[in-house]
T-cell receptor
Framework: EAGVTQFPSHSVIEKGQTVTLRCDPISGHDNLYWYRRVMGKEIKFLLHFVKESKQDESGMPNNRFLAERTGGTYSTLKVQPAELEDSGVYFC???????????????FGPGTRLTVL | AQSVSQHNHHVILSEAASLELGCNYSYGGTVNLFWYVQYPGQHLQLLLKYFSGDPLVKGIKGFEAEFIKSKFSFNLRKPSVQWSDTAEYFCAVKGNFNKFYFGSGTKLNVKP
């Protein structure tokens, strides 16, 4: 079974430019999560999709960030325009449909390292 | 508010030394706790998890963690580390809707 994949693995852009990150979850996983780690700090939750719907976007930093998951498969996270403080590693994770116990293991992708100059 | 605190940011050990990484959490609901590991160049992987029952949880690769409710702690331990344990370790608590709150990570460097 293929794991969670993310593209690109690295991106270096200038302040003010636009970048789009992509995440392909494990096939059949309804839940998709985006997290971000700013250098040396904790991995922070950004948002959660259940299929194509946003379940929780409380972690999105501001309106320069736009996440989509059309058709409930892959997801994109667009940053427009990028600022210096957006630099970090963006992780995607997916899990299967939530069980009654409320927990399904989250499987993480390798992350996209974004550098804004 | 939910949060996780990892006190050791960088740990250096020699092979065969014992390991204990500290993790304290703050969360008002039912506590589900996790340790993840990220080996160099690899994905985050689940090491172990605690949901309920025996507070001493055993994970993969000889790791274990103990949930101490009175101390709000979930420390990770391994009796004898190997060079291959060199990695970054993250403690996490599960919040609502399966959303995770992570600590800032601990980099472990095991010298051969």
């Amino acid at each position: 079974e293929a794991g969670v994949t993310q593209f690109p693995s690295h991106s270096v852009i200038e302040k003010g430019q636009t970048v789009t990150l992509r995440c392909d979850p494990i096939s059949g996983h309804d839940n998709l999560y985006w997290y971000r780690r700013v250098m040396g700090k904790e991995i922070k939750f950004l948002l959660h999709f259940v299929k194509e719907s946003k379940q929780d976007e409380s972690g999105m930093p501001n309106n320069r960030f736009l996440a989509e998951r059309t058709g409930g498969t892959y997801s994109t996270l667009k940053v427009q325009p990028a600022e210096l403080e957006d630099s970090g590693v963006y992780f995607c994770a997916s899990s299967s449909r939530t069980r009654p116990s409320g927990y399904n293991e989250q499987f993480f992708g390798p992350g996209t390292r974004l550098t804004v100059l | 508010a939910q949060s996780v605190s990892q006190h050791n940011h960088h740990v250096i050990l020699s092979e065969a030394a014992s390991l204990e990484l500290g993790c304290n959490y703050s969360y008002g609901g039912t506590v589900n706790l996790f340790w993840y590991v990220q080996y160099p160049g690899q994905h985050l992987q689940l090491l172990l998890k605690y949901f309920s029952g025996d507070p001493l949880v055993k994970g993969i690769k000889g790791f274990e963690a103990e949930f101490i409710k009175s101390k709000f702690s979930f420390n990770l331990r391994k009796p004898s580390v190997q060079w291959s344990d060199t990695a970054e370790y993250f403690c996490a608590v599960k919040g609502n809707f399966n959303k995770f709150y992570f600590g800032s990570g601990t980099k472990l460097n095991v010298k051969p």
